[in-house]
């Protein structure tokens, strides 16, 4: 069973920073890409950032420049950056990880985290 732990989450006034974690475990570990998506309550999922196979990443416009994701050698640990951020960034982030299609659906993802709370204040 594939376990994803999301950490990093808070509140932060806008122009802050925050940094997100996601580490993978389980018997059937993988170094499989990831993703990120949020969700607002009541809104559709939506594609944050992806790191794919060759560390090759991805990203939403509405993120593009203030956003960074990473992961660590081994491949166990992926993060998000958050840098400049926006009230409209307040909202939950999960973390996912990639199972086959395109990187920016979340259908092409098969195994999700439980989520973490950012919240930015104006």
């Known amino acids: 069973q594939v376990q994803l732990v999301e950490s990093g989450g808070g509140l932060v006034q806008a122009g802050g920073s925050l940094k997100l974690s996601c580490i993978e475990s389980g018997r059937t570990f993988s170094n499989n890409p990831k993703g990120w998506f949020r969700q607002a309550p009541g809104k559709e999922r939506e594609f944050v950032a992806a790191i794919g196979w060759s560390d090759s990443t991805y990203y939403a416009d509405s993120v593009k420049g203030r956003f960074t994701i990473s992961r660590d050698n081994a491949k166990i640990t992926v993060y998000l950056q958050m840098n400049s951020l926006k009230p409209e960034d307040t909202t939950v982030y999960y973390c996912?990880?990639?199972?086959?299609?395109?990187?920016?659906?979340?259908?092409?993802?098969?195994?999700w985290g439980q989520g973490t709370q950012v919240t930015v204040s104006s």
């Open positions: 996912s990880r990639y199972n086959s299609g395109s990187y920016y659906r979340d259908s092409s993802y098969n195994y």
